[in-house]
């Protein structure tokens, strides 16, 4: 059992336990590392095809094109798409029933 | 050359600059890093994360200080976000304050392993005790004790890394060492009564 006088004294000295830090140095193949880090990730990007295209826009985009699709999904009808695809057809002439055959 | 050169060819992205700036600052940032988060490997993780951001933002380095002190700022910011990073994910601190329980200081459950290369084997079990109670510490109160007492650094040198004035730092530190005298206080009452 240990008195409170010698924890005292071993927290003051724990305290100053920086004192007896020696100097580190950094491994000798940081630098090297570091700068094929800095220099290949700049020149990656630099050559992306369009850099202003960043992902803030990708994702602007993406939202615009989800929300073009469920506008035109939800303001479908169907019955004006069948109207618009026969008369689409007369026009060109493309209806079954005007068709003449040539046993007629 | 002059510092203001040096870092006109560090905004010009040059590759000699950036190869004299780690030349110049790989060895200090290292060392900071490792006052901060006791792993070798930790450490050098970190010191790289900090000449990364030096890559990129050094456009917005406007000359307020030094580059020297801009650079322990950044490198201050990294080691606090790793230990963030790391302590919510090794502790459940939201129980602790839902219960209100002070959970004793256990070097268990500190948040990386602790292997310095700068401490030596004969004070490495008091360096971790050490290491575990500043990590119980509110976090301006980490940073003025390890940039002081475990970097050396002195209090303008501190002022200038956290932009606080020389009275807050010094109050900083004697909180600091009250809360850590308290922390191994009770941390030797447990174990060795």
Redesign the interface.
Known sequence: ??NKKS??E??D???????????????PF??E???N???E??SQEENLIFPWFTPRLQLASLVCVIALNIFAFTNLDSTSYDDSINEFAESYGLLATEETSLFD | MSEENFIDDLKKGHRNAFAQLIDDYQDKVFGKCLSFVPNKEDAEDIAQEVFVEVFKSIKKFKGNSTLSTWIYRITTNKCLEFIRKKNTKKRFAFLQSLFGNEVPLDRTSYFTEFKHPGILLENQEDAEVLYSAIDRLPEDQRVAFTLHKIEGLSYKEISEITEKSIPSIESLLFRAKKNLQKLLLDFYKNNYE
């Open positions: 059992m240990k924890i005292e071993q927290i000295r724990i305290l100053e336990i920086g004192n007896s830090i020696d100097d580190v140095k950094a491994s940081f630098k590392k570091m700068m880090r800095l220099f990730e700049s």
